[in-house]
Structure formats: structure tokens, C-alpha cells
T-cell receptor, first 115, second 115 residues
Framework: DSGVTQTPKHLITATGQRVTLRCSPR?????VYWYQQSLDQGLQFLIQ???????AKGNILERFSAQQFPDLHSELNLSSLELGDSALYFC??????????????FGPGTRLTVL | AQSVTQPDIHITVSEGASLELRCNYS??????LFWYVQSPGQGLQLLLK??????LVQGIKGFEAEFKRSQSSFNLRKPSVHWSDAAEYFC?????????????FGIGTKLQVIP
């Protein structure tokens, strides 16, 4: 158990819909990272937040957005869903902003299926 | 930009045999290097990491990896594989820029262990 929690575990929805994925980082960790893992694209970094502020952006679509709240939990919002958005979405956390000795601890993931 | 190559998508070894998973990276300076393992239906777990110092790094579950700067490699090894090692293994390279860390993952190597 990494200490990172993600809800829900599974999510099934239809095209065009909007969903919210939730992540609670390890106690004391200030950074949260979101990743998308699909069979064809592998593990892709989406976005990072540090202490409530966006710090880095990866391959995140404009239809996707995220935020980190004062209690440090984070939500990833996916809208206008398409079939290709079906994937495993992982959240990871680390202690600092991403300095030299920070490893990331991964949650169990949310499996999103878009029908 | 950094990149990671894991040339072997799928490897099959017999239980008790030795294992080496290859990883090559591309980055202008010395990166931070990681190996993660993902069991089916689980999140990623850190096996080991290299930041500096001794180029032979020991990790959990009996794994080790060696950083070879001249070859831009960070191969993962285990002297005797157990059936429970069957999983997907990801090499990752981390760099810091502007105070934040960017981690790029390889495509992963799926390990099958046969009795």
C-alpha cells in the first residue's frame, strides 16, 4: 500500500459525458501527478500540482483539467469523453515539488471505460 | 528532451533463471533513473532509484540495477527469478527543470515466468 488513494476504482460512462477522478496523496506529500495508461500509448504524464498550484503539464488534452485543493487532494476532470479516453488513470504523489530526491508513489488507479 | 527506451516488450524466463531487463535513456546530463514494477491490476511500485554515487543500486525484492553512463543504460537484474516476479516493469528517467521534476516512462517490459 503506497498511501495514495484513488476513487473510484472503476468508472463506466458514455461518450460525451463528464467524469471526475479523485486522488488523495500520501500524508505529508505536497505534489500530485496524474498519468494516463493505455495499451497503445503506454504511461503518459498529464499534469502535476504542487501545494495547490499547477507546476508542469504533459500530454493533457484541453478537454481534461485538474486541480489541487487546500487539503491537498486532487481531482482530474475529463469532459466530452471519447472512446479513446478509456484507460487507467493513475495519481502519484511526492514530498516536494519534484526536486532531486523525490520519488513518486502511485495510487492503485481508476479504470475508465467509455462506451 | 529526455526519452527512455525499453527494447524488449515481452520477456519470458524460467523460474530460478537470471533476469536482465534493458533500459536506455537519452538526456544531456546525468538523469535520475528509476525502475518501477506493476503487477496486474495494481499501481506502480518503486523497485529502485539512482540519483548519484555508486552506480550499482540495490532495490527491493532482490533486484539491482547498474547505471552505465558510457552506454546510457540502466539495466535491471535479478539473479534468480521467482514466479511472483511476473509483472510489467517500467524504466523511467527524471529530470529537474525550473524547480520541478519531469519523469518520462518507458513503454514497459512484460515479464512472464514459466515453471
Amino acid at each position: 500500500d503506497s498511501g495514495v488513494t484513488q476513487t473510484p476504482k472503476h468508472l463506466i460512462t458514455a461518450t460525451g459525458q463528464r467524469v471526475t477522478l479523485r486522488c488523495s496523496p500520501r500524508s505529508g506529500d505536497l505534489s500530485v501527478y496524474w498519468y494516463q495508461q493505455s495499451l497503445d500509448q503506454g504511461l503518459q504524464f498529464l499534469i502535476q500540482y504542487y501545494n495547490g498550484e499547477e507546476r508542469a503539464k504533459g500530454n493533457i488534452l484541453e478537454r481534461f483539467s485538474a486541480q489541487q485543493f487546500p487539503d491537498l487532494h486532487s481531482e482530474l476532470n475529463l469532459s466530452s469523453l471519447e472512446l479513446g479516453d478509456s484507460a487507467l488513470y493513475f495519481c502519484a504523489s511526492s514530498h516536494g515539488s519534484g526536486g532531486t530526491t523525490n520519488e513518486q508513489f502511485f495510487g492503485p488507479g481508476t479504470r475508465l471505460t467509455v462506451l | 528532451a529526455q526519452s527512455v527506451t525499453q527494447p524488449d516488450i515481452h520477456i519470458t524466463v524460467s523460474e530460478g533463471a537470471s533476469l536482465e531487463l534493458r533500459c536506455n535513456y537519452s538526456y544531456g546530463a546525468t538523469p535520475y533513473l528509476f525502475w518501477y514494477v506493476q503487477s496486474p491490476g495494481q499501481g506502480l511500485q518503486l523497485l529502485l532509484k539512482y540519483f548519484s554515487g555508486d552506480t550499482l543500486v540495490q532495490g527491493i525484492k532482490g533486484f539491482e540495477a547498474e547505471f552505465k553512463r558510457s552506454q546510457s543504460s540502466f539495466n535491471l537484474r535479478k539473479p534468480s527469478v521467482h514466479w511472483s516476479d511476473a509483472a510489467e516493469y517500467f524504466c523511467a528517467v527524471g529530470t529537474t527543470s525550473g524547480g520541478y521534476q519531469k519523469v518520462t516512462f518507458g513503454i514497459g517490459t512484460k515479464l512472464q515466468v514459466i515453471p
